[in-house]
T-cell receptor
Framework: SAVISQKPSRDICQRGTSLTIQCQVD?????MFWYRQQPGQSLTLIAT?????????ESGFVIDKFPISRPNLTFSTLTVSNMSPEDSSIYLC???????????FGSGTRLTVV | QKEVEQDPGPLSVPEGAIVSLNCTYS??????FMWYRQYSRKGPELLMY????GNKEDGRFTAQVDKSSKYISLFIRDSQPSDSATYLC??????????FGQGTRLTINP
């Protein structure tokens, strides 16, 4: 299965600032997914990132708040902008495995906004 | 109503017990069903991946899908303390976003 390196693993940020999370995959993938996992909750898809095109955002998530870059087939970034304490969550990137073998996740970025 | 319902627990069982974890869903179009295990401070790890109704076994784990009832299960035999984690069910239509259950926190007591 794909190996995903996600960083930073955790960060504590001041409200009003921005944090960029990086996701590196050891193989080329068409789509990369960004999820949010709020404390005690399940995973919610933020957006799908395709190389060479704009990300597709889910209802409730907007590009101004969560801009995404996808410069090539192995790398993506998610920025959490103008942070507030409500943005404190775990953010995870994910890729789909080929041949219908499910989805692999990175280890996550634990963000605390103070 | 959530698309996928999963009892968050917590569920605590003695070592060696058989564990049954379950999810129900409302969208009959879901075709692919997954179970993930998530240890504290880690990302979800894929345990089982199934398509359509039936059973799939992998070691101590068995995934069961009943599409007529919109019900999926994960059974863990001979449970070990190392199985203590949060278990998340997930499903999709294929090449679509995953829809997750809330996750069940499981503790196996030695």
């Amino acid at each position: 299965s794909a190996v995903i390196s996600q960083k930073p693993s955790r960060d504590i940020c001041q409200r009003g600032t921005s944090l960029t999370i990086q996701c590196q995959v050891d193989s080329q993938v068409t789509m990369m997914f960004w999820y949010r996992q709020q404390p005690g909750q399940s995973l919610t898809l933020i957006a799908t990132a395709n190389q060479g095109s704009e990300a597709t955002y889910e209802s409730g998530f907007v590009i101004d708040k969560f801009p995404i870059s996808r410069p090539n087939l192995t790398f993506s970034t998610l920025t959490v902008s103008n942070m507030s304490p409500e943005d404190s969550s775990i953010y995870l990137c994910s890729v789909e495995e080929p041949n219908n073998y499910g989805y692999t996740f990175g280890s996550g970025t634990r963000l605390t906004v103070v | 109503q959530k698309e996928v319902e999963q009892d968050p627990g917590p569920l605590s069982v003695p070592e060696g017990a058989i564990v049954s974890l379950n999810c129900t869903y409302s969208n009959s179009a879901f075709q692919y069903f997954m179970w993930y295990r998530q240890y504290s401070r880690k990302g979800p790890e894929l345990l089982m991946y199934t398509y359509s109704s039936g059973n799939k076994e992998d070691g101590r784990f068995t995934a069961q899908v009943d599409k007529s009832s919109k019900y999926i299960s994960l059974f863990i035999r001979d449970s070990q303390p190392s199985d203590s984690a949060t278990y998340l069910c997930a499903m999709n239509l294929g090449a679509q976003k995953l829809v997750f259950g809330q996750g069940t926190r499981l503790t196996i007591n030695p």
